[in-house]
């Protein structure tokens, strides 16, 4: 009886660790976070996705943000992006 116990308890925490690691996983996606603790293991593993991330990043730093639409430069109060009417 001892020894089944001893089992269960082992099945039970093994499932329990793989659980909150697949939870963990499934945040970490949703959030976007993470690409610092596991981009040394993608650029091993998989470099060409490792790659494709660093082609995203510079991309995403190289975009302009938008002028605001109403900002204290504008006396008029008009949106600085044409109405389709306008072009």
Known sequence: MAELLAIV??????AA?????????ARVRRRGVGD???GPFEEIWHPAAHRFRAEI???EERMAPLPPAEGP??????????RPADR
Do not use: H, K
Request: aromatic share 6%; no cysteine; glycine share 12%.
């Open 36 to 38: 610092n603790v596991m």
């Open 73 to 82: 430069g504008r006396q008029d109060g008009r949106s600085e992006r044409p």
């Open 57 to 59: 990043q510079v991309y």
């Open 17 to 25: 660790v793989l659980g909150s690691l697949a939870w963990l996983a």
């Open 9 to 14: 308890l082992v099945v039970g925490v093994l």
